[in-house]
């Protein structure tokens, strides 16, 4: 993945002066260079975030076996998501719901030459609703639409986080709309695809000061929003009456952030304050997923996945700049060197009676980062992933589901050094809890 940011002319004239990221029913001064901009420092280390957090929480039932055999156990509605072929095991029904987020980050052993706090806790309880639509054609045919969000990211430092200069604000969300058709070959194989319309809205910002202790902290600040279009793919295999295998995958989309470009005054005047039209071109990686749903007994199901996500796309950081630039600011390049992820989950249901059935999963999700280029605006570890769920049938007609997710990420060091920028090292312990409710009714 390589992130383009245009800088528009007049603000490279500016600052040219300154050269110093259950069961089967239920900125250049950021580059490694010495002759950059301080100014658009914020900018690139904004941009590192831009492969995005990929987020999970688009269902409370798949949520409860901390995701194994997403695409395979065709649960709900929700499916239209995690396979569009298993909307052939469905009647038609509705599902809809909302996660909610609890994140929390101990910063220790930090120093940096800006001088500041390291309180953690940067992420805001954050809300992820989804809902979900299917109604069978005829006996072949069924149509779904869906709505959730499959990637965002929300960091708020406190206001005088040491490590400010490299990070300081991100909110970055993406929203989908997915209609989607699936179709019955025989009893053994069902195929389902859907479109996604996409919209991407992000708020990136740093601290920039060329003379840290000398003169007040400036900001700079980039937002912007953009849509983009993919597609969703699915393979189900009912392979016995007990075993189903489910392929999903989940294309790449490729997005252009038209927005503003702002920065406060920054060293007593140094760079006046100005905004300015700017945009960031970004593209959020594909997905293979590959789970199976085993129906061991009446009561016990058991689940597995495996997803490979394909974050080796975010290789660098482009910063370009008019053509009439200083050449120095015409390529500059920040390396990023993501590298694929191979996730891994495991779940249990059990049946306990006609109304309710219980879950519960484990997973380990890999960090797509290395220790040398990790900064505090994406501060991740690997991931272990633990849950429990429960889903309610009080009637026929309606099941109500609730899961809680707790994660532990490894802890992780963070070791920034810039010309412009000084030095930011730090250590970060992240965890999070996370609980989620669902309700589907079929008609």
Request: charged share 15%; hydrophobic share 35%.
């Amino acid at each position: 993945m390589t992130l383009n940011v245009d800088i528009p002319e007049r603000l490279i004239r500016l600052c040219g002066s300154l050269h110093a990221n259950g069961q089967f029913c239920d900125h250049p001064c950021l580059f490694q260079r010495r002759h950059t901009l301080p100014l658009l420092t914020a900018l690139a280390s904004c941009q590192a975030l831009a492969g995005g957090f990929a987020l999970n929480e688009q269902s409370a039932s798949a949520m409860g076996t901390a995701f194994a055999g997403r695409s395979s156990s065709a649960l709900d509605a929700s499916t239209v998501y995690g396979n569009p072929a298993g909307m052939s095991y469905l009647g038609e029904q509705v599902s809809g719901g909302i996660a909610l987020i609890n994140a929390n980050s101990d910063i220790s052993n930090a120093s940096s030459n800006f001088t500041g706090s390291n309180d953690g806790d940067m992420v805001p309880l954050t809300a992820i609703p989804f809902g979900y639509y299917v109604k069978p054609l005829d006996e072949n045919w069924h149509f779904g639409i869906g709505v959730y969000a499959p990637f965002g990211l929300a960091t708020e430092y406190e206001n005088n986080y040491q490590g400010r200069a490299f990070a300081d604000k991100t909110d970055l969300s993406v929203v989908s709309i997915q209609p989607t058709l699936s179709y019955k070959l025989n009893e053994q194989w069902s195929f389902g695809a859907g479109i996604t319309s996409n919209h991407a809205q992000g708020t990136l910002s740093s601290a920039v000061n060329p003379v840290p202790g000398f003169a007040p902290d400036g900001e700079f600040k980039v937002s912007g929003d953009d849509w983009g279009y993919g597609y969703n793919l699915g393979i189900m295999l009912q392979a016995t009456a007990s075993t189903r295998v489910g392929l999903a995958y989940r294309s790449k989309v490729d997005y252009r952030l038209e927005g503003d470009a702002e920065n406060s005054k920054i060293a007593n005047g140094a760079i006046p304050a100005g905004k300015y039209d700017g945009s960031l071109a970004l593209t959020t990686p594909e997905t293979f997923e590959l789970s199976v749903t085993q129906q061991f007994d009446s009561q016990w199901t058991g689940y597995a996945g495996y997803t490979w996500t394909r974050w080796s796309r975010f290789q660098e950081v482009v910063i370009k700049s008019p053509s009439n630039a200083s050449p120095k600011l015409q390529n500059v390049v920040e390396e990023q060197n993501w590298h694929d992820t191979r996730s891994f989950a495991t779940g249990l249901s059990y049946q306990l009676n006609p109304q309710w059935v219980l879950r519960s999963g484990i997973a380990f999700d890999p960090t797509p980062s290395n220790n040398t280029d990790r900064s505090p605006r994406i501060p991740s570890g690997d991931r272990y992933v633990f849950a429990l769920g429960a889903g309610y049938s009080p009637t026929a007609n309606l099941t109500l589901d609730v899961a809680y997710v707790y994660l532990q990420e490894e802890q992780v060091s963070v070791d920034k050094n810039d010309p412009e920028k000084g030095r930011y090292q730090a250590d970060f312990n992240n965890s999070a809890h996370s609980i989620a409710a669902q309700a589907t009714w079929h008609f």
